[in-house]
């Protein structure tokens, strides 16, 4: 609290909920997946009539199943992912400028109100966010899973395939960038993966087997085999700018 | 030639090498690794005495077994890498800024000069490269088969792990950082992996089983397991920023 009234990030602080949750309009929770539906359980008892509850974990089916039982009726419950997240943690760390040009998720379930996304939307395009989006969080969940989960186990992965410190004096750019987001938080993505494990499971299975074809194409010297794969690479890495937005 | 000639990247071009190589003191070949043994065979005779060619292909051992039984005893060759190829190709994407702050490596073998290296080292600073180091044809290929090769096949595998293309939509800067390089020449790849094979395949095969690792503790939902690998990673990137000097 005192570092954030120090950045000016804040204009008041308390590390007491229940002394301010009567006067909120809006509380955005920003806690460990599991940590949010026995905190939701305790202060809800405290939360202003028609507060809207906006929680931003990383992970969306589980982290839904764990609430929906705890919420009450009245409250007003939405889930979004702000894709900007930095492998540092801490208020040390922040910085306004994260969401500039990112994407904004928004989770639409049944419970979901109009009046509430539509808030939400507004909120994003203020913080600077590109493209925002709706989507249930079983597609979400897929989509994580792939985009960011697996990424992020590469790049575990990648570090300790090899512990050879001295290669470091050689490496170009394709290793600094693919192991960037090598400098992890473990224990919020222990957490993460766990939360959506059956969904990553099949996304690191589907890698594998790439993995697998690859290495097979190179083992029978097949140039054709490896040079269809970098193609379809390709294809689809431009489509991705394209569609992104985004040039690098 | 006329492109370079009009981007001022070159004073003179031709593409009849006799009727230039009398005159050059430096020859400079950036062919494909495979082409380069029968080139400097057809050539050879035109060389001025004296003449250094210098190779920059992206593997060593291979190539220098296919250029050692061609090179007549008075050429001087050596063999250098600058690290800081792009994906790009062709004298559109040329920069000369490619080589600010990158590392430069020099293959130091049996018949290589120290007057050679010298000269090649100077080069490179004028360059503008930041690390220049020696290294041995063997440690260079093993090097490139995990810093660069094999972040090439997880890059080509990643983007060919998934069909759905919608998932462009919602991509944070973890994939885009992941995927650059997908973007990929892929005759010129296939070339490079096929020419250290047996290198690449042994790294392939330790990444293989760093990821198996990590989804059976996923599986087991081993928070510890998974943690453990993640902190060994952080430690390991942290160690390579410093090395490196790159902060990104």
New interface residues.
């Given amino acids: 609290v005192e570092k954030a009234l120090a950045k000016k990030a804040i204009s008041y602080g308390t590390i007491e909920p229940e002394s301010v949750l009567g006067e909120c309009d809006v509380l955005i929770a920003c806690l460990y997946p599991s940590a949010l539906a026995s905190w939701i359980e305790q202060y809800q008892h405290a939360f202003k009539p028609g507060m809207l509850v906006m929680e931003i974990s990383g992970v969306k089916s589980n982290v839904l199943k764990q609430i929906e039982p705890v919420l009450q009726p009245q409250t007003r419950f939405l889930s979004v992912h702000p894709?900007?997240?930095r492998e540092s943690k801490g208020i040390e760390h922040a910085s306004a400028r994260i969401f500039d040009r990112?994407?904004f998720?928004i989770i639409e379930e049944e419970r979901t109100l109009e009046d509430d996304m539509q808030w939400a939307e507004k909120f994003a395009k203020e913080l600077g966010c590109a493209?925002i989006?709706r989507?249930g969080a079983k597609k979400h969940d897929e989509?994580?899973a792939?985009?960011?989960q697996?990424?992020?186990?590469?790049?575990?992965?990648?570090?300790?395939?090899?512990?050879?410190?001295s290669?470091?004096?050689?490496?170009?750019?394709?290793?600094?960038?693919?192991?960037?987001?090598?400098?992890?938080n473990?224990?919020m993505?222990?957490?993460l993966?766990?939360q959506n494990?059956e969904v990553?499971?099949d996304?690191?299975?589907?890698?594998?087997?790439?993995?697998?074809?690859?290495?097979t194409a190179?083992?029978n010297?097949d140039?054709e085999g490896?040079?269809e794969?970098?193609?379809?690479?390709?294809a689809?890495?431009?489509?991705?700018?394209?569609?992104?937005g985004?040039t690098?």
């Fill in positions: 894709m900007c997240g990112s994407n998720l493209r989006s989507l989509m994580i792939f985009l960011s697996l990424t992020h186990v590469i790049a575990v992965c990648l570090m300790n395939a090899n512990d050879d410190i290669l470091s004096r050689y490496s170009g750019d394709s290793f600094r960038d693919l192991t960037r987001i090598a400098d992890i473990a224990t993505w222990a957490e993966f766990l494990k990553l499971l996304q690191i299975g589907s890698f594998e087997n790439a993995m697998k074809a690859f290495r190179l083992e010297e140039r490896m040079e794969m970098m193609r379809t690479s390709k689809r890495r431009e489509n991705f700018v394209k569609t992104d985004k690098s």
